[in-house]
């Protein structure tokens, strides 16, 4: 559900019909929100759009972007000896070389092999880490535990992400600093303003990208000082529709987007969060895959996360991902779809008689309840992969989805069928090829060499 504003919103700003959000300045220039309740920051409207999805998501690929929509982000912090343990136990990462400065895609997985939480795990002491997005779970599994090492949630932090390949020059400016120095996978403290922050190079949208961190108090000082600096690289304010479409081009599956985590199958979980946990609403399951919720969980390997897994100790899952690995059942590809299969979508809301599930360009949020959309994926009539994240890359001019598939039909170039439609409606299969994995193959943040871009600063 959208919510568009009326007038008198812009005009009298300090009185809102509805909480905005707290992680960014009234904008007078938006006209459509959507509100969520279970979103990050429940019971608030949020921007849809800034300035055009379209013009967001072009930002991120010839320019750079800040986005505050990630807020709150779970942060949670883990101190104590046995802190790296605990870490050790519960990811199916390597933490042998976890060096203080610096930070990994953390993956955690029940004992099925499946993904239960997957985010930010930075290390900023001998004995202190700091999580984004990875806590309930983390949280879970230290109080059910025997370890000496203390947690607590972060309640007076933000997240900014700012990416692109203007980004470095853009968070230069504001900090007044040269941040070359700063690997992949790094993190340091800087100053904006005056003001501490972290500021790490990392990124999910696939190109050149940072996030900064920051005191809540500061929150809305830093965004301004940003937004301020970035005005001279084509900085542009990025909206929910636009980030949810970049996971998907970046090759990067998003939990609740392309793929849902098991946690309410985990008694000790529920119980551990109370009747809350209990409480919360399910996803609604759109799609050709049905209301099986089992169909659409994914373990790392399928995810295209085999390379982070390190069996070199023992974790939750180890077992299953071990006989996954040695004979892999899917691969995560990219799947292009088909132009004039797509259109006939589209041709049919002009015809007489039921029509096709209508396909939006941009993502769309369905409002006060979470959305999950999933495909199955044909070859010859029968199911090979599932298909989700299904987004328009307006770059490409190509409509896309990440797909989980069975290896057999994996090769670049394989034909395959979506299948478009909830069971029950009308359905069509959408024929679709095999393309490259990641889409967006080219600057890959990790690969990308800082020393090519001046700075203006003293190193």
């Known amino acids: 559900m959208s919510l568009t504003y009326p007038s008198n919103i812009a005009a009298d700003a300090d009185k809102p019909m509805l909480p905005r959000t707290a992680y960014a300045p009234f904008d007078e220039d938006v006209a459509l929100y959507y ?136 968070l230069e400016a504001a900090a007044g600093e040269c941040l070359h120095d700063i690997r992949f996978g790094a993190h340091r403290p800087s100053r904006i303003g005056g003001m501490d922050v972290r500021i790490l190079r990392m990124g999910m949208a696939g190109n050149l990208g940072y996030e900064v961190h920051g005191k809540m108090k500061d929150v809305r000082a830093i965004y301004a000082a940003i937004l301020k600096a970035g005005a001279a690289f084509g900085i542009a304010k990025l909206g929910r529709a636009a980030y949810q479409m970049h996971h998907t081009e970046a090759g990067f599956p998003q939990l609740y987007v392309h793929f849902p985590a098991p946690l309410h199958e985990d008694k000790g979980f529920l119980d551990h969060h109370g009747e809350q946990a209990r409480r919360r609403l399910p996803p609604d399951l759109v799609g050709s895959m049905g209301a099986d919720m089992k169909l659409r969980y994914r373990n790392p390997i399928e995810l295209g996360w085999g390379k982070t897994i390190r069996f070199d100790h023992e974790f939750i899952g180890r ?80 409509m896309i989805s990440l797909c989980s598939v069975d290896t057999a039909h994996s090769a670049f170039g394989t034909e395959v069928a979506v299948l478009w439609g909830s069971p029950g409606t009308r359905q069509k299969e959408i024929r679709a090829v095999v393309s490259r994995f990641p889409y967006l193959s080219e600057n890959r943040n990790e690969k990308v060499d800082v020393k090519t871009i001046a700075c203006a600063f003293n190193r």
């Open 35 to 170: 509100y969520s309740r279970t979103n990050l920051e429940p019971g608030s409207v949020l921007p849809l759009e800034y300035s055009g999805w379209r013009n967001e998501v072009t930002a991120w690929k010839e320019n750079c972007y800040l986005h505050s929509g990630l807020n709150p982000a779970q942060t949670y912090r883990v101190k104590g000896p046995d802190a790296l343990k605990l870490f050790s136990d519960i990811c199916v990462n390597g933490l042998g070389n976890f060096r203080i400065g610096t930070l990994k895609h953390a993956i955690m997985c029940n004992e099925a092999g499946l993904v239960v939480a997957h985010g930010v795990l930075s290390r900023v002491a001998e004995d202190e880490f700091v999580t984004h997005f990875l806590a309930p779970w983390t949280d879970y599994k230290l109080k059910a535990g025997r370890y000496d090492a203390v947690g607590e949630y972060i309640n007076d932090g933000f997240v900014f992400q700012v990416a692109g390949p203007r980004s470095l020059e853009t």
């Open 319 to 398: 077992a299953a991902l071990e006989r996954e690995a040695a004979q892999p059942r899917r691969q995560m590809v990219t799947l292009e779809w088909n132009s004039d299969d797509i259109a006939d979508i589209y041709a049919s809301q002009f015809k007489p008689g039921e029509h096709y599930m209508p396909m939006e360009l941009a993502f769309q949020h369905s409002g006060g309840r979470q959305q999950l959309h999933a495909d199955q994926v044909l070859k010859d009539g029968k199911m090979v992969g599932v298909s989700s994240g299904r987004v328009y890359s307006y770059a490409n001019r190509r």
